[in-house]
Structures are given as C-alpha cells and as structure tokens.
C-alpha cells in the first residue's frame, strides 16, 4: 500500500501547498499553514473510480414547478427579513458570531414557531441533551415536535437525516463535527470543509434547510476556510456587544435575497425580542441640552434608521491628540476634520476627538458625514443642537454638501418620530419640490450654510 502524501494547507484560507511556508501567498496570513494527512481514498477492485450515469437526472426548466411554497416561516419578522421572506427549502444557511451573542437562542426559538407544524431535528456537538433541555425551558419552547440529537459524527448525522427526514435540521456547531475517515481532528480546515460539503449534498438531495452555526476567529470572521462560505446559500452574522441588549443580524451572502437587510434584536432574560422600531430604541434616553450630538438617518436594505452621533472634543494633554471613532469610519473621521480645519477654519489640531454612534449600530455610508461635521462643531463651539433636529448628506473635499439617495424614505421616518427640521443637500432638495411634508426642510450646499442654519435655530431659542 502507498504511502499516503502529506500536503501542507492554510487554515485561513485553504490553499494547498506542497511544503510548509510562514506565509501564506494567497491570503497573506502568517503561521497559518499547517500539516494535513488526508485519509487513502478506497477504490473498486479496478482501482478506478465509478462512473454515475447522471442522464436520468436531467430535467427541463419548464419542468420545474414553482407553484408550492418555497419557504418556511420561521415566526421571527426580522429574521425572515434578511433571509428574503423566509427560510427556503433545500437550503444551508450559516449563522456565526461571537461567544454568547445569541446564536443557539435564536435558533432555539424559531423551533417553538416552525414546531407546531414542521418536525425539526436540533442536532447538537456541544451541549447535552440535558442542557438543551434546560436553556429550552427558560426560553419557553415545549413543542413536541422538536428532537434532538447529541452526536458529532458528520455521516451519521446525515444518515439520520435521510432516514427520518425532519423538514428543518439545526446543527450546533459545524467545527464539533467531525468524519471518522480523516486524519485531522475536529475543527479543522479539512473536517470543516468536508462536514459543509456532506451537509450540503444531503440538503440539497433531499430538499431540506439546516441551519449551522459557526464559530468566529479573533478577528470577528467565521472560523474556517472561506471555501465553507462558498458552499453554503447564506452566510448571516450576529452583531453587537454581548454586554448590551441590542443585537444585529446582518446577512453576508444571501442566494434567496438581499444582502442589505439587517435584522435588529434585544437581548433579554427570555431570550431574543425583536425590535420593530429601531429608531425609537436608539433615540430612547437621548441627551437633550448637550452638545456634541447630533441625529443622522442612515439606510439599512430598504430600511431607515435614526441613529444618535456623539462627538467629543476636548484639550489634549498628549503630544499627538487621540483620535477615536466607535461605528464609523476612522479613516473618514480624519478626512472630515481635515475639510473643518481647511474650509471652515476650525482648529482640532492641538484637541481629542472621540466620535460614538450610538447604540452598537455602524454608520458606513456617505450620507452620515453632515451630522458627524454639525456634531463635531457642536463640541467645538459648546453649542446644542435641537433635539428635533436631523440632518444627512454626504460632504466633499471641498466643504461641498453633496446629495444622497432614498431621500424620501429618511424624511418621512424622521416625521414619523415627530423631527421638526431636517437639513439635507439643496439638490436633494430640488427634487422633492412636488411632496409635501409636515417637517421643515433646510437644503444646504456646504458646510458654510450648515452652520448657518444652526445659528438660526440658536437664535430662534
């Protein structure tokens, strides 16, 4: 018998080399590279491999009937809102995020919904029968169709499942699997790939959806190699601070839907809530009479969100001034205080700045600048800005306030929560000319006039 070949593998990645490196030459990642032992690869008497006469497989696309329901509701709005309208059948949807987020609680509560008419398999690596018994008790799950199962073994998870076939699997967690034939231990850059690649096929075969949870590295990805995320339909990340209630599900790949949407949650003694009203939960408790806060409305999918910017200035003590931003770009926080100091004439040079959005959110778009700029001189001048004040646009190298899309949909959620100003691009402006609103609207063209208006507003108190 043949010496098996040993090959040398990154975990970061998955790219295979002959011999061992520091360095990884696809990914860039150092030390990743580890020694991998594949298992020998059993052959007919032959020694060829069989042939699969797929010719009985092939359908035509007419044939293919659309008319039965697709997807499952899961009985959680925000969670069928970033996975497009539901869970769809046959599919394989990876849930990763950090230790005590919420991950297995989310997915433990969808059983008590689709159990009342779906059999549901919860298969799971990492905690007893006992302790899912426990944790199912303080979140109030009682159906009687859920089951569990308490293995690790890859192919006999899949076997049990083409034998009972549940219309929903959830596997907790994909790097507790493990396939007896292979070298490497469990959570390994082979067992995870290959375990993915078995659950995948068997979803496919039989047209039923699996949930698997992931772990994260250090870095906040999903553990693993990114081939894993390559052979799952959809990748959804759970966001937010395990010490704060708020938590955010954002989904990274998503074959059945957009990748825009995001999901928001609260984190309480019975397990997740969903928040309908975001905006009104990041805005509750906000600071009135303080400067240096300013509301913004930032997009998320099809979705508006108010969020509260905070902005912090003050006398540095240090040679270089620190410069912090929590949620938003730090980069772009330099870019914005270089165009003050410029255009404007104001001077951050010997000063902190601190910059927080509020509420775990992250603010990526352009359309965030103008509130950071009008929170960054509301510290600077120790001035207030109205508490029913909200501003958005995206602001050039040149002071210029340029326009932003989904104009509308901002405004009409800033009125709704009962904003009285908002301070937006003139030539945004230009184009709602045939709507009316219930909130006044000041159209700026840069920073100059921005200011400007809140001079007014000062005066007017």
Aim: proline share 3%; aromatic share 6%.
């Amino acid at each position: 018998m043949a010496k098996a070949k040993i090959r040398y593998e990154c975990t970061a990645c998955g790219a295979e080399y002959p011999k061992w490196n520091g360095r990884c030459t696809a990914c860039g990642a150092w030390n990743s590279i580890e020694e991998q032992l594949p298992a020998a690869v059993p052959t007919g008497s032959s020694g060829s491999k069989a042939t699969v006469n797929a010719t009985a497989q092939i359908r035509e696309l007419a044939e293919i009937g659309t008319n039965e329901d697709i997807r499952y509701d899961t009985g959680i709005g925000e969670l069928n809102r970033v996975l497009g309208g539901g869970l769809v059948k046959g599919s394989l949807v990876l849930l990763g995020g950090e230790p005590g987020i919420g991950k297995s609680t989310l997915l433990l509560q969808i059983c008590q919904f689709l159990g009342e008419s779906h059999s549901v398999l919860y298969v799971s690596g990492e905690e007893s029968a006992r302790q899912i018994k426990l944790r199912a008790q303080r979140l109030g799950v009682d159906t009687e169709s859920l089951y569990l199962l308490t293995i690790t073994d890859a192919e006999a998870i899949c076997d049990t499942i083409a034998e009972t076939e549940p219309d929903v699997v959830i596997v907790d967690s994909v790097q507790t699997l493990h396939i007896n034939g292979m070298n490497s231990g469990a959570g390994s850059v082979p067992q995870v790939r290959e375990c993915t690649n078995l659950l995948m096929h068997t979803a496919k075969a039989k047209e039923i959806p699996i949930f698997l949870v992931g772990h994260v590295t250090k870095e906040g990805s999903i553990a693993g190699p990114k081939v894993m995320e390559h052979i799952v339909d959809a990748v959804l990340i759970f966001e937010g601070d395990r010490y704060q209630s708020c938590r955010i599900l954002r989904a990274v790949k998503n074959r059945f839907g957009s990748t825009n949407e995001i999901g928001v949650f609260e984190m309480s003694d019975c397990g997740l809530k969903e928040v309908e009203n975001p905006s009104a939960m990041l805005l509750e408790g906000r600071p009135l009479g303080v400067s240096g806060t300013c509301v913004c409305c930032m997009m998320e999918g099809s979705r508006p969100i108010l969020a509260e910017i905070q902005a912090l200035v003050s006398k540095s003590t240090l040679s270089t001034p620190r410069r912090t931003a929590t949620g938003f770009d730090y980069n772009r926080v330099y870019i914005l205080l270089a165009v003050l100091e410029k255009r404007m004439g104001l001077f951050f040079g010997a000063l902190d700045v601190y910059l927080n959005i509020v509420g775990g959110f992250r603010l990526d778009e352009p359309a965030g600048d103008l509130a950071v700029a009008l929170a960054l001189y509301s510290s600077l001048m120790d001035k207030p800005i109205g508490e029913t004040v909200m501003a958005f646009g995206e602001v050039g190298l040149g002071g210029e306030i340029r326009a932003v899309s989904n104009a509308t949909q901002r405004i009409q959620e800033a009125q709704r929560l009962g904003f009285t100003l908002c301070i937006l691009p003139k030539q945004t402006l230009r184009t709602l000319q045939t709507q009316r609103y219930h909130i006044r609207l000041e159209g700026v063209s840069n920073l100059k006039e921005a200011f400007a208006v809140l001079q007014r507003e000062a005066n007017k108190g």
